[in-house]
């Protein structure tokens, strides 16, 4: 789990790095076009992903319980021909648009920028490629180095084109495409150096890719699906009210968003493969008891951070947009609940996922769309951005309380056992400890913040082990350890 942490807070420094060197470097209309063909290649990758990586790390996990070995090697070589295939396709797409957009560079410039950033989305797809693969074997150090060595590589050449004072928006792209294609090879070592040396990796296998995008489909209903709750709150109220309000409420949400979803989203790389493994061997007790322990971790992992926006809303906004950054506390309470609710419920997405209800998935989350869908067009033109919250708390609580119950219908799990409901109710302690000392300081300061909500949270931790809602041993057991390479762990 620290090193999953660690990559994914490096992947940023590295990746805000780079765009500052190379709009420094290129200045802003050249970056403008560079800008252009990189959000191409993010959105094809995106767009390319959509399902495809859980659907194969799941088929992975579960052919691993099985001891398919062939199985495996066949889904890798087709997630890898699908990726491929997205890259070949990405950089056409590059060439096209911007010879059409920006028609003042010529053909020869459009052809190389569509090279050069078509071989980075080449590393981007192979990524993405042995992330889901290496997730499926439970190797999630490895599912970490990938993206960040492609990320590193770009931001190298950056520095390198900055040092040299090349400010060549075709030497970028092409910089940026070499770092891709190293990074492709890179990752195909790592590949089969994860699936113990598997030959003909790159061999098409159309018939094998065509069976992971049937298994895809509703996977990709559910990420489309949402992407939409996440974002369709934004568009609705950039459509009815001022940019000013867009961009207070938008903003708000994403440090909401950033907090609360931080530790789930780290966990739940480990756990679907992990859960995946134990349903398929036919242990539902095991599958359960899964479930709810890595929901407490979400839940325990995130409460400072809850009590931090529950009380001091003005002081944690601030300290990321600016002392006069005008603060909504009824938007981010609005929000805290949907958010929390989520929380509550725990990984139940993921634990559906890892039980094979693929169907029950994307009928779940169709109806969370409909909702989201529904009340934005209701609350946002009326109250604004305090509508916004509320289509997105309400969305959560629906989308939360259908996959629920479409979990407990399926496995038996069920958030609400005695040990996480003993959980949840003891965490109200230092909830209402916050709001005590939120009404006795009228200034608060950052480092009180932190001192507060980590100092009550650490308080509570101690009512948790008390009670045996989470054990010493458990969480002495999240520590790194040495293992065999053949061995996987849930929080490696």
Known sequence: MMSRFAATVAVAVAGFATTALAVRLLGTSRYGTLALGLAIVGL??????LGLGTAATRRIAAMRAAGDQIG????????????ISQ??????LVAGLIYFTQREHGAAVALLLGAGLGFLLLGVSTTAAGQAIAQGMGRMVLMEVPYLVLVLLQLLVAVVLTVLGVSDIVAMALGFGAAGALCSVITGGLIRGTLSGAGHLFRPAARHAIELIVLAGPYAVAAVSGQIISRFDVLVLGLTHTSAVVGGYESTLRVVDAFLLLIPG??????????????????????RDLYIFVSKLAYLGSLPLILALLAFPGVVLRAFFGAHYPVARGIVWILLAGYVINLAFGLNTQALIASGQRRVLAKVYLVALVSMVGLAFALIPLLGAAGAALSTASSYIVLNVGVGLALFRSTGASPFRA??????????????????????????????????S??????????????????VKQLLELIPRRRKRSEGTILE
């Open 266 to 287: 780290i966990l739940m790389a480990p756990y679907v493969p992990a859960a995946t493994m134990i349903f398929t061997r036919g242990d539902p007790a095991g599958f």
């Open 419 to 452: 040990d996480m409901i003993t959980l949840l109710l003891t965490s109200l302690l230092p909830v209402v400890s916050v709001l005590f000392v939120r009404g006795l300081v009228p200034h608060p300061s950052v480092p009180l913040v932190l001192f507060t």
């Open 87 to 92: 890259a070949i396709l990405g950089s056409g």
């Open 44 to 49: 094809v990758g995106v767009a390319g992903r």
């Open 72 to 83: 495996i090697e066949h889904t890798a070589q087709a997630v890898t021909t699908l990726m």
């Open 454 to 471: 980590v100092g009550l949270w650490a308080a509570w931790l101690g009512v948790v082990l008390w009670t045996r809602s989470i054990t």
